[in-house]
């Protein structure tokens, strides 16, 4: 039963097929179904069950605008090249005048020849979406070597064609993605299995270190612990990340544009991420009360993750920036953030061996 997959098509009204015979799942679906036909825009969603791999999703191989979360991938390459060993957390970059730009993040007022190391610029490119630091290290490890480990991991709908730059017209197709390629991302990472162990468990804590957390986890009960990374466009908000609910994670990407308000698309993302929430609760009492082990990071991946859904279009829009600040901060509490009180400055912070946490000097658990 747990082998099959289970899927929406992309029209409004979902047509059901290869549907386990379980009730939490099959309420899943028709709830997520019922919810894209009321949507305000555009919209695409993939979640997956990381205790079995099942996964279902609308339009979830739709290539969308990424806005800000194509800095997971950004993100991703950086430690790519670390566990290579070109460079490392001490590495030093300054703020070039071509680096900067005024959409979102302090160092877009920074100064030219300001200096920031890797750790630093991961930690605001993440963590504050900062777009300069961002572009500090696509121009580290270079667009091209970013786009060839996306098709090395098989993402098809994922590609970083240009810097971030706010207001450019080449911005309306340079950053895109799809739900299906953020949740297999976030999948890896969730098993520590991207790049390798240490630069899994490392990329996990940057995205719980978000500051920006009005979306996904705003619905959620206070205690939710969530690693995510959010986007936004002047029509277009995106949120993608793994949710622990207790000891049943689960993965969730939304993706949304042509909004016609910001508050339209954050109140239906809100009611999104709330019925994945409840729904793959009942479903993680069904597989308890069914004798299926809870998840595993380092277990064998027991269901690959299959999504049967039809790929649309590419829709035309100006990604312009990250957004404000939210609501309910996560709980899970990120290692190594440069930026954290007590911190050792830039030049002390070394790179840790495999294995071993990102953990500033002095620092204790």
Same mark, same amino acid.
Request: proline share 7%; net charge negative.
């Given at each position: 039963? +747990?082998a +099959? ?14 549907v ?22 555009h ?9 079995t ?12 605008p ?16 670390m ?8 590495t030093?970059?300054?703020?070039? &005048? ?6 979102? &993040?302090d160092?877009?007022?920074?100064r ?8 630093? +610029?991961?930690?605001?490119m993440i %963590?504050?979406?900062?777009?300069t630091?961002?572009?500090?290290l696509?121009?580290?490890v270079?667009?091209?070597h ?29 950053l895109?993605?799809?739900?299906k ?12 299995? #991207? ?9 996990l ?5 978000q500051?920006?957390?009005?979306? +996904?986890?705003q619905? #959620?009960?206070?205690g ?5 990374k ?11 990340g793994?949710v ?9 990407a939304?993706?949304?544009?042509? #909004? ?9 993302i ?20 069914? &004798? ?24 035309e829009?100006m990604w %312009?920036g &990250? ?13 190594g ?5 007590g911190v050792a ?12 946490p ?8």
């Amino acid at each position: 039963m +747990l082998a +099959l997959a289970f899927a929406l098509s992309a029209s409004a009204v979902p047509c059901v097929a290869a549907v386990p015979d379980v009730s939490p799942l099959a309420n899943l679906q028709a709830r997520l179904g019922e919810a894209a036909s009321r949507a305000p825009g555009h919209v695409a969603i993939a979640v997956e069950d990381l205790a079995t791999g099942l996964s279902t999703g609308i339009n979830a191989t739709a290539s969308m605008p990424a806005a800000s979360t194509i800095k997971i991938p950004v993100m991703v390459e950086v430690f790519r090249q670390m566990a290579d060993g070109t460079i490392d957390l001490n590495t030093k970059l300054h703020v070039t &005048g071509a680096d900067k730009d005024y959409g979102w &993040g302090d160092l877009a007022d920074a100064r030219a020849g300001t200096m920031r190391n890797v750790k630093q +610029l991961l930690w605001l490119m993440i %963590t504050e979406s900062d777009n300069t630091a961002t572009n500090m290290l696509i121009r580290l490890v270079g667009r091209l070597h970013v786009n060839r480990e996306m098709a090395s991991l098989g993402l098809s709908h994922t590609r970083l064609n240009d810097d971030i730059r706010t207001n450019t017209e080449a911005v309306r197709t340079a950053l895109r993605s799809s739900p299906k390629d953020m949740m297999r991302l976030l999948d890896a990472i969730a098993r520590d299995r #991207l790049v390798d162990s240490w630069s899994s468990r490392e990329m996990l804590a940057i995205l719980a270190g978000q500051h920006h957390n009005g979306l +996904l986890p705003q619905p #959620l009960p206070a205690g939710i612990e969530i690693a995510h990374k959010t986007g936004s466009l002047h029509d277009t908000l995106d949120d993608v990340g793994i949710v622990y609910r207790d000891d049943e994670p689960y993965v969730i990407a939304v993706m949304t544009t042509n #909004l016609p308000t910001l508050d339209q698309g954050r109140h239906w993302i809100h009611g999104v991420s709330r019925i994945a929430y409840d729904e793959l609760g009942r479903f993680a009492q069904w597989r308890q009360d069914s &004798g299926i082990a809870a998840f595993d990071p380092h277990a064998a991946q027991p269901v690959a993750p299959r999504i049967l859904a039809e790929p649309i279009s590419p829709d035309e829009t100006m990604w %312009t920036g &990250g957004m404000g600040t939210g609501n309910a901060a996560p709980v899970l509490q990120p290692i190594g953030d440069p930026n954290a009180a007590g911190v050792a400055p830039a030049e002390t912070v070394a790179t840790p061996p495999p294995g071993e946490p990102l953990l500033p000097a002095g620092s204790q658990r």
